[in-house]
């Protein structure tokens, strides 16, 4: 488990009421440097003639093993570190520049073909020698979301039913419908939510969604449809290429409000999200083609739109699930009774 993480979890508290009080003892805490390698002499000989299996796979999977890790760290370092807090969230740099915007070094940490050791020295190597004071707060931020990584991993450690059980109480069960026509909407990218349904369609091509989308899908499932998280997890699960039990679960469950989020009952609105995140519909009509050519202003508009209008712009795309205000406030009201407010 130590060599997963930067700062060993028995040497903080077992439980946080929040990721900043986390993040103080954590950052406290000096971070250990990467072993040496080991020569080579001192490795037994290995042969192997078993043959390694295909995996039989309809998407493009990353390059493997620890040259591709590091190349695509190196490429990350070189260009990218140091504007991370500028790009993090921009949807359209997404599209453009899929490493350089963000790392994309999930799925080789979350398979442990880089060390994260490795990763705290190289991107502490270049706050120190950054040669501006806005270069120094883009690697930070980038070090912050490590910060996260390690809370997860933390939180399974000390829970280990974090994948299956609630990890806050409430008062009362929550009132999920796990309406089965809907959560199949939902994996098809067919909500009519053109937000939701990109990032469904990313994770279906390629195995991966940003994280903005990624959060938003969750929060559609779970607040917008009331489908338990662990339906939404365990699809996840099945199709990301960096799918790590700890932040899976521990990101599905902030989402959820079942978690470590201090706020009560969070509801990302997929109109407001794209409007500040997509507002060119880049990162949409790169994965909805049913909408190219429509307006970027009526695609973020779109649940909004008269069903007349949706037809005449784009006759192909889904009509949207749900209706945006009656689900926004159905979810609402179901939390705060399972929170005992109602
Ligand atoms: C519902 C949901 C499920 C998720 N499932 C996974 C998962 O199975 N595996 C996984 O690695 N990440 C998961 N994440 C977190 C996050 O979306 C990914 O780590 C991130 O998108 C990976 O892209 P990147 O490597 O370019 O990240 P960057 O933005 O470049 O960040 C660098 C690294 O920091 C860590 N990190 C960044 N954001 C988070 C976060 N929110 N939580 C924990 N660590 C973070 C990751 O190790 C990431 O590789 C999930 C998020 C949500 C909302």
């Known amino acids: 488990m130590t060599d997963l993480v930067l700062v060993d979890p028995e040497g903080l508290e077992p439980r946080y009421p929040s990721h900043s009080q986390f993040y103080t003892d954590w950052q406290a805490i000096e971070k250990p440097t990467p072993a040496a390698a080991p020569s080579s002499d001192a490795l037994a000989a290995v042969t192997d003639d078993a043959e390694l299996q295909e995996a039989v796979v309809d998407i493009n999977l990353p390059e493997a093993g620890y040259r591709a890790a590091r190349s695509r760290y190196d490429e990350f370092l070189a260009d990218g570190i140091g504007t991370y807090n500028d790009t993090r969230d921009d949807m359209a740099a997404a599209v453009d520049r899929p490493v350089g915007a963000v790392s994309r070094l999930s799925p080789y940490l979350a398979a442990g073909m880089i060390g994260i050791r490795e990763v705290w020295a190289d991107a502490t190597h270049q706050y120190e020698t950054a040669s501006s004071d806005a270069a120094r707060q883009n690697i930070d931020k980038f070090r912050y979301e490590l910060s996260w990584r390690e809370q997860h991993y933390h939180l399974l450690y000390n829970n280990p039913e974090l994948p299956t059980e609630n990890y806050k109480t409430v008062p009362n069960p929550i009132a999920w419908r796990n309406d089965p026509t809907e959560f199949e909407a939902w994996q ?23 994280n903005r989308p990624r959060q938003n899908v969750a929060s559609f499932l779970t607040k917008h449809l009331l489908v338990d998280w662990r339906k939404g997890a365990a699809y996840f699960a099945d199709k990301l290429v960096d799918h790590d039990p700890a932040n899976n679960s521990a990101n599905w469950q902030w989402i959820a409000s079942t978690g470590t989020d201090t706020v009560d009952v969070r ?16 990162y949409v009509t790169e994965y909805v083609p049913e909408l190219r050519g429509v307006e970027p202003e009526k695609i973020v508009d779109w649940p909004n739109l008269s069903a007349g209008k949706r037809e005449e712009l784009a006759p192909e795309y889904s009509e949207p699930i749900v209706d945006r205000d009656r689900a926004y406030e159905r979810a609402q009201r179901v939390f705060e009774e399972a929170l005992g407010r109602r």
Do not use: C, S
């Open 188 to 210: 098809r990218g067919e909500t009519g939510y053109p937000l939701v349904d990109a990032g469904m369609r990313q994770l279906d091509r390629e195995g991966n969604i940003h």
């Open 267 to 282: 509801i990302f609105d997929p109109v407001a999200q794209m409007a500040k995140y997509d507002d060119n519909a880049v």
